[in-house]
């Protein structure tokens, strides 16, 4: 587990949210703690709900996880929005977590508000997980930036970012995992995240101790 400035998200510059330092989790790639959610989430043959169209990665690492992936579009009407109704019938018992890439790779769009209200209370209710991925947050318009999903809500969430994309370092092979939501099952998850971290270490000290420096230049970088 690494640490944070409070008051300041990770990967989320124009409306940030207090994280406890120690719900953050330092990783070498976004890769990694995709790796390490599955594992978190998932026995063998679960599903998780990925977003159509979407980033291809994400089907070479639920293969090597043993996690099947299920689509749920995305839909273009006056803009890119996630089709929540579909969303809910793609969902089955072995459904274990909803992905959203925030802004969206390739349409470039992110999750209104709106849509990760609702979409919180569907995970909630079904007790599911949000996966967040928000390396590009940064890149948004900083009068339009959208609220991070490390701001937590009703349901367990965890959001990835990194150097890689946020200060254009992906050499430097630092990320990671920010984990929110209701507190008792939070908190059973970083305990049980803290174990599969701790399993690996991948993160070098030298880039650890670089973070700080290297986040405070990511604005002149971007």
Same mark, same amino acid.
């Given at each position: 587990?690494?640490?944070?400035?409070?008051?300041? &998200?990770?990967?989320?510059?124009?409306?940030?949210?207090?994280?406890?330092?120690?719900?953050?989790?330092?990783?070498?790639?976004? +890769?990694?703690?995709?790796?390490?959610?599955?594992?978190?989430?998932?026995?063998?043959?679960?599903?998780?709900?990925?977003?159509?169209?979407?980033?291809?990665?994400?089907?070479?690492? /639920?293969?090597?996880?043993?996690?099947?992936?299920?689509?749920?579009?995305?839909?273009?009407?006056?803009?890119?929005?996630?089709?929540?109704?579909?969303?809910?019938?793609?969902? $089955?018992?072995?459904?274990?977590?909803?992905?959203?890439?925030?802004?969206?790779?390739?349409?470039? +769009?992110?999750?209104?508000?709106?849509?990760?209200?609702?979409?919180?209370?569907?995970?909630?209710?079904?007790?599911?997980?949000?996966?967040?991925?928000?390396?590009?947050?940064?890149? +948004?318009?900083?009068? $339009?930036?959208?609220?991070?999903?490390?701001?937590?809500?009703?349901?367990?969430?965890?959001?990835? &970012?990194?150097? +890689?994309?946020?200060?254009?370092?992906?050499?430097?092979?630092?990320?990671?995992?920010?984990? &929110?939501?209701?507190?008792?099952?939070?908190? /059973?998850?970083?305990?049980?995240?803290?174990?599969?971290?701790?399993?690996?270490?991948?993160?070098?000290?030298?880039?650890?101790?670089?973070? /700080?420096?290297?986040? &405070?230049?990511?604005?002149?970088?971007?």
């Amino acid at each position: 587990a690494g640490a944070a400035t409070p008051g300041e &998200s990770a990967g989320a510059p124009g409306k940030g949210a207090e994280v406890d330092p120690g719900r953050i989790f330092l990783l070498s790639g976004t +890769s990694e703690g995709y790796s390490h959610l599955f594992r978190l989430l998932c026995e063998p043959g679960d599903e998780i709900l990925v977003p159509a169209p979407s980033y291809p990665l994400f089907e070479f690492l /639920a293969d090597l996880n043993d996690v099947r992936l299920v689509t749920y579009p995305l839909i273009y009407d006056h803009g890119w929005q996630m089709d929540l109704r579909a969303l809910r019938e793609t969902i $089955t018992p072995r459904t274990r977590a909803v992905m959203v890439v925030h802004p969206n790779n390739p349409t470039g +769009s992110f999750v209104k508000t709106r849509e990760a209200a609702e979409l919180a209370e569907i995970c909630a209710e079904r007790e599911m997980a949000i996966v967040a991925d928000e390396v590009f947050l940064d890149y +948004s318009a900083a009068e $339009t930036t959208p609220a991070t999903f490390a701001a937590g809500g009703p349901a367990l969430t965890f959001t990835l &970012s990194g150097l +890689s994309k946020i200060c254009a370092l992906p050499q430097m092979k630092l990320a990671w995992i920010v984990v &929110s939501g209701p507190e008792k099952l939070a908190g /059973a998850a970083a305990e049980r995240l803290d174990v599969i971290a701790d399993t690996y270490l991948s993160p070098g000290t030298p880039v650890q101790l670089a973070a /700080a420096r290297l986040l &405070s230049l990511r604005g002149e970088i971007q």
